[in-house]
């Protein structure tokens, strides 16, 4: 898979296109992954202005810190020249330069930093500014051949390090230990950067969010590994699943695991175009809470998944939106029982034309070891 099927030039003449029909003058985007997805280039977040401006009419010109040029010459995407400005200049000068005419409104990155949208107000102060995010969304939420299969590799990869789980997770390790380990063997699998690794045994299991400590993992106790990296191409993985470790299982663990799996498969074997999302999260959500288990399935089913870890769609409550072909997302029910244990299952699913396809491939059985 070439750098040039994942980030091709028609991108940036397709959100000029929804740019103006969303009206608006321009896009300003700082580094994130918009600017990849458009540009192809990781660029870095600093003080340091870097900026794709991306007007309507006009040429397309990323503004980056002289340091980083080589950088962003490097970058595979294509269609858009390069400014550069040394430390001490001002750079907003040049961001103005690139945006031909008068700007009434312009749509500037979601996650762009509170200074720089300030200077940004500074240096435009007659244009209101939107989420760039109306315009892109659309653009990002479904995914071309070349981005599923960068997620495929992306979810094999992860699978690779929970298939080795058992040389790891053992009775009297700390769970931080167990993480130290499980993040080298994301790295070893292929994986650019670690997002995160969650290892959260016995009553831990119990906070969705927990991470690690260096509470030590006692015998029988379940144990939940959620974790996922960014590959070269810049797509993640995600995928969790619940071990027990060291003996049996602790009273109504396997009868509760056997409800959040059966809901899980469920959830997944639903997927279909036309399918609204929040139907979906209700999919696994009616049988956890007919199971007498609903006020512990504390989050959402899923959320969307590609250049972020977290993107559209939301598989939620209140969220009607129906899927298509080419949406990503993860299908990850979990039960927590606040002071006992916890539980979750999470595959990375695409919607296809007719169902979906699972990218994770690992067993969503109670794991023994």
Not at 169 to 194: N, Q, S, W, Y
Request: proline share 7%.
């Amino acid at each position: 898979m070439g750098t040039e099927e994942l980030y091709p030039a028609g991108r940036l003449s397709a959100a000029r296109r929804a740019t103006a029909a969303a009206g608006l003058d321009a896009l300003l985007l700082t580094p994130g992954s918009d600017l990849r997805w458009l540009t192809g280039y990781d660029a870095r977040e600093s003080e340091r202005l870097t900026c794709l401006v991306l007007p309507v009419e006009g040429e397309p010109t990323l503004v980056v810190p002289v340091l980083e040029r080589p950088d962003a010459e490097a970058a595979p995407g294509a269609g858009f020249r390069i400014v550069d400005h040394a430390d001490g200049d001002d750079p907003w000068p040049l961001v103005r330069a690139a945006l031909p005419g008068p700007v009434r409104a312009v749509g500037i990155a979601d996650r762009m930093w509170a200074q720089q949208v300030l200077a940004l107000r500074a240096a435009l102060p007659d244009a209101a500014q939107r989420l760039a995010s109306e315009v892109l969304r659309e653009l990002r939420i479904r995914k071309s051949p070349a981005e599923v299969a960068a997620l495929a590799e992306a979810g094999a990869a992860i699978d690779a390090v929970h298939r080795r789980m058992g040389q790891w997770l053992r009775p009297g390790r700390t769970e931080r230990e167990v993480a130290a380990d499980i993040a080298a063997a994301i790295r070893a699998a292929g994986h650019a950067e670690v997002d995160f690794v969650i290892v959260a045994a016995g009553p831990h299991g119990a906070s969705p969010h927990h991470g690690t400590s260096d509470r030590p993992i006692g015998a029988g106790e379940p144990v939940v590994v959620d974790i996922g990296g960014t590959m070269p191409s810049g797509y993640r993985s995600d995928c969790t699943r619940t071990y027990v470790v060291g003996g049996p299982a602790p009273a109504g663990f396997v009868e509760l695991y056997a409800v959040l799996r059966d809901a899980q498969r469920a959830a997944v074997a639903a997927v279909r175009p036309g399918v609204t999302a929040e139907d979906l999260d209700a999919v696994a959500r009616d049988m956890i809470t007919a199971a007498g288990f609903g006020d512990a399935f504390l989050h959402r089913t899923g959320h969307g998944i590609g250049l972020d870890t977290h993107e559209d769609p939301y598989v939620v409550t209140g969220n009607p939106r129906p899927l298509e072909a080419g949406m990503a997302f993860s299908v990850e029910p979990g039960i927590y029982l606040a002071g006992r244990y916890g539980a979750r299952i999470e595959d990375i699913v695409v919607c296809t034309t007719d169902g979906g396809q699972r990218l994770n491939t690992t067993p969503t059985e109670l794991i023994a070891l």
